[in-house]
């Protein structure tokens, strides 16, 4: 047994995700979908359920179940700044999704921009996080795209120095790419946006599950992720450094509190859902092989501990896959570079199209996704808009190695 596997019991972390002994026509389901969503820990479900038998209420009421339900919302925010190693709760925001949450924050970031100003993206970017920006084009703001390099599918910093003009306000930049796993430097991206005068936007939906966040540390202004992505439910989560969150106009109504980042939570929140996603953030906690110390020193060690091992399983992925003939790899594949890649695994196989592909791996319950991901101009840049875009294997820390090698026996025995 390897370093990497000893490091992880990934048995025991399944026992704790009921979803995973699940077995569909007598055989055992396989989640090699993650990317698109993961499975919940039954810590989560127990919050959830916890939450509606015993604190099921509005917030600010003077009685028993509001104030509990004030009291766990106020933890989970509490968690929420240790995951994402924010200075203070009052930098968290909670809202339905990162999508929606994005195009809050935008029109809110929309009213300080005038005509002319700049916005840059890159190629590796899920349309949540252009979408939103292109949609201010109403007002006259330009949005720039900073391209990436072939075949690794990295971030070209050289192509994202030359978009960046003195009327760049805002750099808006993913952890990891949802398609083909790129972590871009995003320190280096951090330093050279606010060199240029910009706020730094991060979009971390698709780095969350797979190690430990640092909004301090990659030193930017926003960042955005999703819940039901690290193993909770449906929905987001927005940090914002508290001055700009403090200083920008939310969209609201009058009646709603226009003090800490409740002025940006508009109606009434998901309290069942944030409730979940504290389990969320103690389940990952448990994970830490520290057993004790701080949330945020559980949160990094039990990060560092699952991404080693899904290091070890992506690995394993890539060298099987590189040995398909026909099968093209996007994204890193050198086993050296692997820091910098999430475990997500996007191919091309031609003549096959990746939908039959994916429909006859879930004919064998094996759960893959295809398309183009929600991340189009990346497809675009790789020629496979018009071919179905890419089959994506997508690991996450509860996957074994017996699911990789499952996947690559039946794609090696795939005749369309
Ligand atoms: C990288 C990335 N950004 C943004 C999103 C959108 O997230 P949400 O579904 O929370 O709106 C996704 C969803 O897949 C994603 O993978």
């Given at each position: ?7 992880l ?19 055992p389901?396989?989640?090699l ?38 009291a766990?919302?106020?933890?989970t ?10 200075r ?6 909670f809202g339905?999704n ?14 300080e921009?005038?005509p ?31 391209d ?18 003195p009327?760049?306000?805002l750099?808006?930049l993913?952890?990891?790419s ?15 946006a ?5 706020w730094f936007w ?11 966040i ?6 930017c202004?926003f ?18 450094r ?15 509190s ?15 859902g944030?409730a ?8 990952l906690?448990g994970?830490?092989?520290?057993g004790?110390g ?12 699952l991404?080693?091992?899904?290091r070890?399983?992506v690995?394993?992925?890539?060298e ?5 003939p ?20 996007s191919?091309s ?25 929600y991340?189009?101009?990346l ?6 808009q ?9 690991l996450?820390?509860?996957n ?6 499952l ?10």
């Amino acid at each position: 047994m390897s370093l990497a596997t000893q490091a992880l019991d990934v048995e025991a972390v399944r026992r704790q995700f009921p979803a995973l002994s699940l077995r569909i026509d007598g055989q055992p389901a396989v989640y090699l979908d993650n990317p698109a969503g993961t499975q919940v820990a039954q810590r989560v479900i127990d919050r959830l359920t916890e939450y509606w038998r015993t604190m099921n209420a509005n917030q600010g009421g003077v009685f028993a179940t509001s104030q509990r339900s004030d009291a766990l919302l106020a933890k989970t925010r509490i968690m929420a700044a240790a995951f994402l190693n924010a200075r203070s709760p009052a930098e968290i925001v909670f809202g339905p999704n990162m999508t929606t949450i994005t195009f809050a924050v935008s029109r809110a970031i929309g009213r300080e921009l005038k005509p002319g100003d700049e916005i840059v993206v890159s190629r590796l970017e899920h349309d949540a996080n252009v979408a939103p920006w292109l949609a201010l084009a109403d007002q006259g703001i330009r949005v720039r795209v900073a391209d990436i390099t072939l075949p690794a599918c990295m971030l070209d910093v050289e192509s994202l120095k030359q978009q960046l003009t003195p009327r760049t306000r805002l750099v808006a930049l993913t952890h990891a790419s949802n398609a083909v796993g790129t972590i871009p430097p995003l320190r280096q991206v951090a330093d050279l946006a606010h060199a240029a005068g910009a706020w730094f936007w991060v979009d971390a939906v698709h780095f969350g599950p797979h190690g430990a966040i640092d909004v301090q540390a990659i030193d930017c202004d926003f960042l955005v992720c999703s819940a039901y992505k690290f193993y909770g439910p449906h929905l987001g989560l927005l940090y914002g450094r508290q001055d700009l969150l403090e200083r920008l106009r939310p969209f609201k109504v009058r009646p709603a509190s226009d003090k800490g980042p409740g002025r940006w939570e508009t109606g009434t929140q998901n309290h069942e859902g944030l409730a979940g996603m504290l389990g969320a953030f103690e389940y990952l906690a448990g994970l830490s092989p520290e057993g004790n110390g701080t949330p945020r020193a559980q949160l990094v060690a039990a990060m560092g501990r699952l991404g080693r091992y899904e290091r070890f399983l992506v690995a394993r992925l890539l060298e099987g896959l590189s040995r398909i003939p026909g099968v093209q790899i996007f994204g890193i594949t050198d086993p050296a570079q692997l820091g910098e890649r999430a475990p997500t695994v996007s191919i091309s196989w031609p003549p096959h199209h990746p939908e039959d592909i994916a429909r006859w791996l879930g004919e064998h319950q094996v759960f893959t996704t295809h398309g183009d991901h929600y991340a189009p101009g990346l497809m675009e840049r790789l020629g496979l808009q018009d071919r179905g875009g890419t089959l994506r294997i997508g690991l996450a820390h509860y996957n074994r190695p017996s699911e990789v090698d499952l996947v690559l026996e039946l794609l090696a025995g795939y005749r369309s």
